[in-house]
């Protein structure tokens, strides 16, 4: 028999026992990494914007390494990563899993931010992107989701870099809130539902006052109440938009802040390569 076929057998064997990735198992090339060489990689395919990659190493360096400094950093830069991944999801997870398990940490005030900046952004649409299109049309769980999450930051950290920004999107997030409520109060008047639509007006102006909505609302009430007849209820309505009219008490739209380029280096006083 040649001798090249009686090394067949163990050459076979040589290969199952150096590589499954012969027979399509792929072999995890970070197996033997540390969590600094982890976090390392991880923040450089962040860096270079190459973020499925990044939560990977993240991933993996929570499952491995599961306490310290660095699993602590990569809870955040992961939520940062989902974030610009647009999976909104696994951002907010992230996010949340950072607050309960270090609510004292000095950065807590960044995730808080970043939760509302993922569900902001979720509020205002996909395609808003590329189409202009109204806010106000648009189901308002996650600006709800947003806005409450900016009131805790405000609230627990009103002195954080973020807390100024935090404001300003509250305020546009409750103007469109307000001008939801009339879209829905108007489509009640369309289906002839003239008390639900005077009751949702006389919400808006309870609720939502020094809002543009305002101006709205007041407009419906006059129609709702007219169309069921109550005239004096109507008058007293269009009496109070006309005063406030003439006095200039009527005010437009919040602006829309602007976009945000979010930055994800806020810890590097921790100086996690000396640990």
């Not at 190493?57 to 310290?68: D, S, W």
């Not at 610009?84 to 960044?110: C, H, T, W």
């Not at 004096?232 to 200039?248: K, P, S």
Request: contains cysteine; proline residues 4%; charged residues 25%.
């Amino acid at each position: 028999m040649p001798r090249t076929l009686t090394r067949l057998p163990a050459l076979l064997l040589v290969a199952l026992l150096t590589g499954c990735g012969v027979f399509g198992e792929e072999i995890d090339q970070t197996a033997n990494w540390g969590a600094s060489k982890l976090y390392a990689e991880a923040a450089a395919e962040l860096d270079a914007g190459n973020y499925t990659r990044a939560i990977e190493y993240y991933e993996k360096l929570e499952a491995r390494y599961p306490f310290g400094r660095y699993a602590m950093q990569a809870q955040l830069d992961a939520a940062y990563a989902n974030y610009r991944a647009d999976e909104p999801e696994a951002a907010l997870a992230a996010a949340d899993r950072f607050i309960k398990l270090y609510p004292q940490n000095p950065f807590v005030d960044y995730a808080y931010y970043l939760k509302g900046i993922v569900n902001y952004n979720r509020s205002v649409g996909f395609l808003d992107r590329y189409i202009p299109t109204d806010p106000s049309q648009r189901d308002p769980g996650s600006a709800l989701d947003a806005f409450e999450d900016f009131a805790i930051l405000v609230e627990r950290f009103p002195q954080s870099r973020y807390a100024a920004d935090a404001r300003q999107r509250m305020l546009y997030l409750r103007n469109n809130l307000a001008k939801h409520e009339v879209n829905v109060a108007r489509y009640y008047m369309k289906r002839g539902a003239y008390l639900a639509a005077a009751n949702r007006a006389e919400y808006v102006i309870q609720r939502f006052q020094r809002t543009s909505a305002v101006e709205g609302a007041l407009e419906v009430m006059i129609d709702a109440y007219e169309a069921l007849g109550k005239e004096a209820l109507a008058a007293d309505a269009r009496r109070v938009l006309e005063v406030n009219r003439e006095a200039g008490r009527l005010i437009d739209d919040t602006p829309k802040p602007e976009d945000i380029s979010l930055a994800h280096k806020v810890w590097d006083y921790l100086s996690l390569d000396e640990n």
